[in-house]
DNA sequence: GGTAGACCTGGACGC
DNA sequence: GCGTCCAGGTCTACC
C-alpha cells in the first residue's frame, strides 16, 4: 500500500509540531515550506523507501510510500513516524504541563520534533557538540551520503540516502567518518556509541530500558555520562528526546539566552545554574518550558520554523543568531 | 572537588 | 588565495 493514514492527537499540529526543533533541518529529513510536506528516506524491512508525510486540514496524517510496503515495512515505518512526532506521548502529559506553564495552553503547544530512532537522536546530539551549526549541517548530510541507503528509483528529488543504521555506522572505519563525513575527533567515538546502539551486537545497551517511563531519571542520566562523547550537555539533550524534561540541556546558545534575554550575569558556569533555577518552578516539564521559549524568540526574529528554508534560514539558525 | 589545554572543522577576518 | 584566529562540548591530566 503506497498511502496510508496515520490518526493524530487533537493538540497535534503538523506545520508546528514537525518544526519544533532544530533536528528537522538536519538530513535526512526534509521539510518542505511550500508544500508543508516532510520527506525523508527509511531504511525498512525489505529495503529503502522515500517517504513524504502530509496533513490536509483536519484530516489524519497522509503517509505516501514511494514504494509498495508488506505488512511488516508499514507498521515498522509506522512506528518510526509515530516516534518522530511523539504522537504516543499521552494527552494528559501535555495537559499536565500545560497547567504548570499556561503560556503554551491557548496554541496547545507541547510536543517536540526528534528522530524514529534513539541511535539516530544520539549521533545528531554528538554531531551537535562542539561545532557551530553549519558544521552539524553537514555532518549530518555527510553522514547519510556516504553511509546511508539511497532513496529507491522514482523517488522524489528531495529524498536523499537514508540515515545510515546503527550496524552500518558501527562497521565504518575512523577514517572514513573523518575523511568523508568530516566529523573530526568524533569518528571513534561515534563508532562505539555505533556498536554500543546496534541491537545486534553482544553488550549492547538495552534500549527500552532508556525508553521505559519506570526507569528514573537520574539512573538514566547516570548511565548516559557514562559513554564516550557524552557529557552533561548531551547527556541532558538525550535524556529530553527520551521524553525526559527536568533538565536543561545548557550550552553557550543557554548561556547566551541567559545573559541577554533573563538578564543574569556571571561566569558562564553561574549563569548555567541561574537559568536551571529560572525554569525549576516548571519541574518535570522545564525543558518545554525552556525550549519554547528560545525557539518564539527564533521565530518572532525569523518567522514561524515551518517557514524556514533548510538551505538559508535553516543554515542561519545558530548560536549567533541571539546576539543579532 | 575544580580546571587548563587539546581535540577538529568550517567560517570569518586580515593581508 | 593564503594564513591566522575563533566557536563549540568533552576528555584527559593535573591540581
Keep these: 500500500v503506497p498511502t496510508f493514514r ?10 508546528r509540531d514537525a518544526c519544533s526543533y532544530g533536528y528537522f533541518l538536519l538530513a535526512p529529513n526534509h521539510w518542505s515550506v511550500h508544500d508543508r ?3 525523508r528516506t527509511f531504511s525498512l524491512p525489505g529495503g529503502a523507501a522515500a517517504v513524504r508525510i502530509t496533513q490536509p486540514r483536519g484530516t489524519p496524517l497522509l503517509i505516501f510510500s514511494s514504494r509498495s510496503l508488506g505488512g ?3 507498521a515498522g515505518l509506522t512506528a518510526l513516524v509515530r516516534r518522530m512526532f511523539r504522537l504516543d506521548e499521552d494527552e494528559a502529559t501535555i495537559r499536565a504541563f500545560h497547567r504548570l506553564d499556561p503560556r503554551w495552553r491557548r496554541s496547545g503547544r507541547g510536543r517536540l520534533f526528534r528522530s524514529p530512532t534513539l541511535f539516530e537522536d544520539v549521533v ?6 562542539n561545532v557551530t551549526w553549519p558544521n552539524t549541517v553537514h555532518m549530518n548530510r555527510r553522514l547519510c551520503d556516504v553511509l546511508g541507503e539511497p532513496p529507491p528509483p522514482g523517488a522524489p528529488l528531495e529524498a536523499g540516502h537514508a540515515f545510515p543504521d546503527a550496524a552500518r555506522l558501527a562497521r565504518a ?3 572514513t567518518l573523518r575523511a568523508r563525513c568530516r566529523v573530526g575527533y568524533r569518528d571513534r567515538r561515534l563508532i562505539e556509541l555505533a556498536r554500543l546502539l546496534d541491537p545486534a551486537r553482544r553488550g549492547a545497551l538495552d534500549q527500552a530500558w532508556f525508553e521505559d517511563p519506570a526507569t528514573p531519571d537520574q539512573q538514566v542520566y547516570d548511565a548516559l555520562i ?3 562523547g557524552i557529557g552533561p550537555y548531551a547527556a541532558a539533550n538525550i535524556m529530553q528526546l527520551l521524553g525526559r524534561y527536568s533538565r536543561l540541556p545548557l550550552d553557550t546558545e543557554g548561556v547566551r539566552y541567559g545573559r541577554t ?3 543574569y550575569a556571571g561566569s558562564p558556569a553561574q549563569v548555567m545554574r541561574q537559568v536551571q533555577a529560572h525554569f525549576q518552578p516548571f519541574g518535570a516539564h522545564a525543558f518545554r518550558s525552556y525550549w519554547f521559549e528560545m525557539w518564539r524568540f527564533y521565530e518572532a526574529k525569523h518567522g514561524p520554523a515551518h517557514t524556514w528554508e533548510r538551505d538559508s534560514t535553516g543554515r542561519l539558525f545558530t548560536a549567533a543568531l541571539l546576539s543579532k
Excluded at 545528531?124 to 557538540?129: F, I, R
Design 72 to 74: 511488516p515495512g508499514r
Design 124 to 129: 545528531k546530539t554528538v554531531t551537535s557538540c
Design 37 to 39: 510536506a516532510f520527506t
Design 173 to 175: 572505519r575512523p577514517q
Design 6 to 15: 496515520l490518526p493524530t492527537p487533537a493538540d497535534f499540529h503538523f506545520a
Design 261 to 263: 534575554v533573563l538578564g
Design 226 to 228: 557514562e559513554l564516550t
